[in-house]
């Protein structure tokens, strides 16, 4: 029998360092020998162009992650870090599904909106179309998150380090 899936799923506007984050906890799992894997959804839903009906290709992105996380599994990850954005609880089940089972944790990362906005304008060339919907979506999303209700745990982001705030991810879902 194969051993038991964990996976945490790190959920956030744009901007709200979920790669980063995720980035950092999957480095102090593996400098504690704890096999995992960290999955970058932007990634995986990555084409163009996307379906009218799927502006963000979430159905790819979906069947992506089923490739990748059997893949993984295979190779004998148990843990799976997951980058990305959850805006309804409907959506919660498949992507446990296309994990392939087990235990999904769903942290949302919650930094000030000027925070993620600074970010946002550091990334994106001034005055550029993508700034300009960055930032619009950033509130956007940020507004449907926070209604949806749908993590388990919200962490506010002040200043911290993302290596601080992976500990603290790790402490809550106890890895």
């Not at 102090?28 to 020998?33: N, P, T």
């Not at 992506?64 to 409907?90: K, M």
């Amino acid at each position: 029998m194969a051993p038991h899936l964990q996976s945490v799923f790190l959920n956030g506007t744009v901007g709200s360092g979920k790669t980063t984050t995720g980035e950092a906890l999957h480095r102090i799992l593996a400098e504690d020998g704890i096999s995992n894997a960290i999955i970058d959804l932007d990634q995986l839903r990555r084409s163009w162009p996307a379906p009218p009906t799927d502006r963000f290709n979430h159905e790819l992105e979906l069947r992506n992650l089923q490739a990748v996380a059997t893949n993984y599994s295979e190779a004998g990850v148990r843990r799976f870090i997951l980058a990305g954005v959850i805006e309804s609880p409907t959506e919660v089940e498949r992507y446990r599904t296309a994990l392939g089972g087990g235990d999904l944790t769903v942290v949302r990362l919650d930094p000030p909106l000027d925070t993620v906005q600074k970010r946002l304008r550091n990334r994106h060339e001034p005055d550029s179309p993508e700034l300009s919907w960055h930032l619009h979506r950033s509130v956007e999303l940020n507004q449907i998150l926070s209604e949806a209700r749908l993590d388990a745990h919200v962490m506010a982001i002040g200043n911290e380090r993302p290596k601080d705030t992976a500990l603290a991810i790790r402490a809550i879902i106890g890895w």
